[in-house]
């Protein structure tokens, strides 16, 4: 999943810019989440080191830091060379830097300018399309919700189930869940060879699992998490 991360030492401002965005994921039903917003830019760093995502990046870039933003963006294309990195800044004269040091920006914009919002705005956008359209464009599925669009990636799903919930599932990945309503047949046509259907309730990706345990007819989760295998399904697993 792509994750925005923000980092500004203004606090105004910073709260501005994540109102900013959120409004956007809102208004436009991506499929993204702010993942980090903080005025401390080792702590992006330590989340990009921690986390293996993609990312769009707003970054200030007179930080009131020994690191600043320049300097941040330069390690942050060290850690994830297709990440989305837009500098914001009252400092135009400073851009020059950004080629400099070969940050391979995506824009530089004004915070005073009057369209700093319709700015943002575009390369968020721009940034989710490329993203799910471009160079991932072959990995994934997309569901229409009623209030979301969301772009998966089969190989980032551990197994599919139903809830208590009628003609509601739940898929889960290592790191988030997802609810909405369908129906797993529907959602196992659009999956490909890996998954298998091992109970009634239940789709699994057979890439994902760490162990089968088959005293208890469950399968084990490369992230501890557990679903059933039916006596009839058993076999074909196997």
């Not at 991360?5 to 702010?34: F, G, P, S, W, Y």
């Not at 401390?40 to 930080?63: A, M, Q, S």
């Not at 999956?191 to 089968?212: A, G, M, P, Q, W």
Request: hydrophobic share 35%; charged share 30%.
């Amino acid at each position: 999943m792509l994750e925005v991360m923000i980092c500004e030492d203004n606090k105004v401002h910073r709260a501005k810019l994540k109102q900013l965005v959120e409004n956007t994921i809102l208004r436009e039903k991506l499929d993204l989440k702010i993942a980090i917003c903080t005025e401390n830019p080792k702590e992006i760093i330590n989340y990009i080191e921690n986390n293996n995502r993609t990312g769009i990046y707003l970054l200030d870039v007179d930080l009131k830091n020994n690191i600043n933003g320049i300097r941040l963006g330069e390690k942050i294309r060290e850690l994830d060379s297709f990440g989305y990195i837009i500098f914001t800044t009252t400092h135009l004269e400073m851009s020059y830097l950004a080629f400099k040091y070969k940050v391979e920006a995506m824009d530089y914009v004004i915070k005073d300018d009057d369209d700093f919002k319709e700015r943002v705005n575009s390369c968020i956008l721009k940034s989710y399309n490329t993203y799910h359209k471009g160079r991932h464009k072959e990995d994934y599925i997309t569901i229409n919700t009623d209030t979301r669009v969301i772009n998966i990636r089969p190989s980032d799903i551990l197994f599919i189930e139903t809830t208590g919930t009628p003609h509601k599932i739940r898929i889960h990945e290592e790191n988030r869940q997802i609810e909405l309503y369908a129906n797993l047949k529907d959602i196992q046509e659009k999956l490909t060879s890996n998954f298998y259907r091992c109970h009634k309730s239940y789709i699994v990706n057979k890439d994902k699992i760490e162990e089968i345990d088959k005293k208890y007819k469950k399968v084990i989760m490369i992230n501890g998490e557990e679903c059933y295998v039916s006596f009839r399904y058993m076999r074909g697993l196997l």
